[in-house]
């Protein structure tokens, strides 16, 4: 079966920065969107962004543009989520997902997204 598996969470200051990473298995990766999002406790996943299934083309939500990037690597089957200028606000739970519809129909909630990871902590301190 279709495995994501993120990692590269974890405790970072205020500020800081980190790249999560996500690779797939069982996966034609190249014919996917991939997307990141994020949930906090109790909350629906919120959409960050998402990469072409080449890698040339991304979307990211208002909130997060210019602070976050996503990037993928298709030898690898991983897709990659820089982000920069943490803040506390941004702890949560984050995920990586993939999608088989197309750019133009460019997915944006959760729903729209078929497989997903079991997602990475990421924890800000102040």
């Known amino acids: 079966q279709v495995q994501l598996v993120e990692s590269g969470g974890g405790l970072v200051q205020a500020g800081g920065s980190l790249n999560l990473s996500c690779r797939a298995s069982r996966l034609t990766f190249s014919t996917y969107i991939m997307g990141w999002f994020r949930q906090a406790p109790g909350k629906e996943p919120n959409f960050l962004g998402a990469i072409d299934w080449r890698g040339t083309r991304s979307h990211y939500a208002d909130s997060q543009k210019g602070r976050f990037t996503i990037s993928r690597d298709n030898a690898k089957n991983t897709v990659y989520l820089q982000m920069n200028g943490l803040k506390a606000d941004d702890a949560a739970v984050y995920s990586c997902?993939?999608?088989?519809?197309?750019?133009?129909?460019?997915?944006?909630?959760?729903?729209?997204?078929?497989?997903w990871g079991q997602g990475t902590q990421v924890t800000v301190s102040s």
């Open positions: 997902a993939a999608s088989r519809r197309t750019w133009d129909l460019l997915p944006t909630t959760y729903r729209e997204y078929d497989y």
